[in-house]
């Protein structure tokens, strides 16, 4: 080892596992390595993630670069942000998710480039409590960067996204046609939210955060808007109503592996020439069984603008179901059975408000600036000592809560416009 960073979250069990893959990856005595952290305050809410730099010995122009993300080793952390349940979700994906679909399109003659294949190379991985650990390659030497979250997103990047999207639903449709066992233990997956459904502190922190979507929008003014957003927030709690969108059986037969959690963070971009070539997800921590729409809702509601959706939100639809039926097809399956544009359409309709609820959470995270991120640990502690958590204690504050409001009320009056409440 030549450096580590100080008062990292890495067990020394995970220290093991990470020697031990090394020294099988590049030989025992011929690399030395270092750890760093990989992101900054705000990229990563769930987890701690650092880049591992091999050197070998005989060669050091000839680097190889790891991600190992790891829990935090804070109990109350762990705790008041499910930070278990989470890895679990996540290595799951890695261990059992990305070889299915690898071996199944494969299977079909498919090449890496026409298959669903836009996730990180997996390593290894233990779900071991307290040295719960993920390695994959690291992407940034391959040309993949996070987008700035506070700049608007281009055409062509929510385009490569809603390709990426449609390959990923397609293929488990079709794994569901013609081999529907090999995703009965996916399909058993319970939600995340379903996991935390009782979790009183997480309940009273989105029922707190309605009063701020409703004051997105002037009562006076945009009183249809106001009184439509009130009824729906008044007819349910926050939790109650995004559990009944995210029931997969309500979705059946077009419930997918969904990605889980869409937000801009969570998707690397590759860029060649000033275009954009590639795109990756990242952070399958949420991987859930539900509507496709839930992908697309909250990728779409939380990421892009309202003056983007006010655009092209009917083209996003498009080109995501056109990616889809050519996966499908490509896949030697029935597009029009498997995924019509009608069967689409009536799940948008359904469930289509599922990017309002997430956005009265995502948003605030979304547009908080890296320097007003509140310290986790402390937050942490606040709830478990029973203090309420409102949405100042997310970092919305002067500039971040005119962001906010903006793109909040944009997300309301989207979701009124289009019939989803």
Known sequence: MDSVEENNEISDLVYKILNNFLNKEYGQGKYKYDIKGATKKGDNYLGVVYRVTIKMLDNEENRHQLILKVPPQNLLRREKFFARPVFLREALAFEKFFPLISDFQQAKGLSIQESFH?????????????????????????????????????????????????????????????????????????DIFVQQKDYEPLNNYFESLKVNVLECIDKQREHDYWSKLNE???????????????????????????????????????????????????????????????????????????EFRQKYFQSMIDIYHKS?????????????????????????????AIGLLFATF???????????????????????????????DSGIHGENAILYNKRMHDVVTDTVDYGWI
């Open 118 to 190: 836009e996730y990180p190379k997996y390593k290894f991985s233990s779900t071991d409590y307290m040295n719960e650990v993920i390695c994959m390659d690291d992407l940034q030497p391959q040309g993949f960067y996070l987008f700035d979250r506070f700049a608007p997103l281009t055409y062509d990047h929510v385009t490569i996204l809603m390709r990426i999207y449609g390959k990923l639903h397609a293929t488990t449709l079709v794994i569901k046609d013609e081999n529907p066992e090999l995703l009965s233990e996916l399909q058993k997956m319970q």
């Open 232 to 306: 729906y927030l008044k007819s349910a709690t926050i939790f109650e109503l995004m559990l009944s969108i995210l029931d997969s059986k309500s979705s059946e037969p077009y419930s997918v592996i969904c990605h889980g959690d869409c937000w801009i963070n969570n998707i690397m971009f590759k860029y060649e020439n000033d275009r954009i070539k590639d795109a990756c997800l990242i952070d399958w921590q949420i991987m859930r069984y539900a509507s496709p729409v839930i992908d697309l809702m909250y990728f779409l509601m939380c990421c892009t603008t309202g």
């Open 324 to 352: 889809a039926t050519d996966h499908i097809k490509r896949l030697g399956a029935d597009a029009e059975k498997l995924y019509s544009r009608i069967s689409l359409d009536k799940e948008l309709r359904g469930k289509g």
């Open 362 to 392: 995502v948003l605030p995270i979304l547009t908080t600036r890296s320097e007003d991120v509140p310290d986790l640990e402390i937050l942490s502690e606040k709830v478990a000592a029973g203090q309420t958590i409102d949405i100042k």
